[in-house]
């Protein structure tokens, strides 16, 4: 690495990137997707749970929720989501990836664990909020920072099988909701609290296996922390060689930057909005589809099974594992494709076969055509796909913008998207199960299809081939020196 100095700053010449991106898989690789990807699993977790306990929320002596006040509350979760990414991600941008994991983390630990002691609706609330701030803040510095330290030959699949791992969570939440919300265990005011505090509970052990991981080289390298970043390649290329593997001594490609202590809003907005507006419009299309899609039937699934099959609230999680498992597995098995066959292909064929399953299976569902076992194998095709749809949009908004603005470009598409269609989603769908009615529910998902189908035609036109390519060639970084 070499360096000069200049009036409007240091110039750095180096080759970090690339000696990141020729790195085989190893220890190092697995220990980042463990301690950082298991954020999907607490999201997955808290989405699940709140979800399941519908019933029980409703049931409480306590709470005694409407179905409109669950799906309130659904809605403030997401609020929160959208308002913590924004505030965490100006943050992950200035002050380092490390530093935010950390602090967001706390910020849902204590929140989630503050769930389990609510009394009213308001108080019930306002912890759904921080939660979801504390969420919202993890998808940034998380996102960011796994997208800086995997191999760009395996970015996709990896990308996409650490959002996949929300359903591990999932299927933890309703495994959990089974046996907590079990009326012969529990009494129905204290199962629903006891479900709360196994998030806090994982996020306790996940705080400690976050002190292995190093600080992004690629952000400390823009950020006048040159020789950190060096000695952090530097000690994760021994432990490699240590364990047996053979690297190339290079040379490798360098590239040329102008060292800055951070990035003005002036020039993310230009470049979110002149420079790169293109990009901006397919990262929208995407996070605001698949989030109302998500969002409006994931948050109120078990709505659904209670209100018009009269399932029992204890057993709703039942009905959530094979739906989990589903999501989990499309991730897992189409996410090579993401990486030969390419981004954009993959992204709009998701898109479009998600849509046209949910306007199929909303249709069987309002004709009263499907049993709940039958909706819920059908739901678990469907979302085969749209997991792996959803997961796609994340992997697009981390990767296709500059690496200076990457957490506030992740902050900035989570925020709209999700402030569009997962705030208006569980309100909406909230009401129209209030109202009883199978087509009113119908009209929903035809809403959510046409959206997802919007987006595949959007992605299918615009989306960037950024499969195996290195971050710095996919969007060359706004501090890059010719």
Known sequence: MQRSSSQSGEIVVTDIPARLDRLPWGRFH??????????????????????????????????????ADIGLAGSAYIAGAVLGAVFFGWLTDRLGRKKLFFITLSVYLLATAATAFTWNLWSFMLCRFITGAGIGGEYVAINSTIQELVPARVRGWTDL????SFWVGAALGAAGSIVLLDP????????????????????????????????S??????????????AIVSVIESQFRRQGHDLSDGPFPRIRLRARDYTPLSEVAATLFRAQRQRTFVGLSLMAA??????????????????????????VGWYILPFAAGNFLGPIILGRL??????????AFTYSISGLLLAITGFMFAQEWLTATQLTMAWTVTF???????????????????????????????????????????????????????????TGYLLGAGLMIAAAIVAGIWAVAAERKPLESVSRPLASVD
């Open 184 to 215: 012969t265990l529990l009494p129905v005011d204290m199962g629903w609290r006891a479900a709360f505090l196994i998030g806090a509970a994982l996020a306790l052990v996940i705080f400690l296996m976050r002190f292995w991981i190093p600080e």
């Open 384 to 442: 085969f796909f749209a997991s792996a749809a959803a997961s796609s949009a994340y992997l697009t908004v981390s990767e296709t913008f500059p690496l200076e603005i990457r957490a506030l470009a992740i902050a900035f598409f989570y925020a709209l998207g999700t402030g569009v269609g997962g705030i208006l989603g569980p309100l909406l769908f909230g009401m129209l199960i209030e109202t009883g009615s199978r087509w009113s529910v119908f």
């Open 30 to 67: 697995t220990l980042v997707v463990l301690a950082l990807g298991i954020t999907w699993i607490l999201d997955g977790l808290e989405v699940t749970l709140a979800g399941a306990v519908a019933g029980a929320l409703r049931q409480s002596p306590v709470l005694q929720f409407t179905s």
């Open 338 to 347: 993401f990486d030969t066959v390419g981004r954009r292909p993959m992204i």
């Open 290 to 315: 698949q989030a109302f899609f998500y969002n409006a039937i994931f948050f109120t699934y078990a709505l659904i099974l209670t209100e018009f099959y009269g399932i029992r609230a204890d057993h």
């Open 217 to 230: 080289p690629r952000w400390l390298m823009t950020h006048n922390r040159a020789d950190e970043a060096e």
């Open 161 to 164: 099988a650490i959002n996949g």
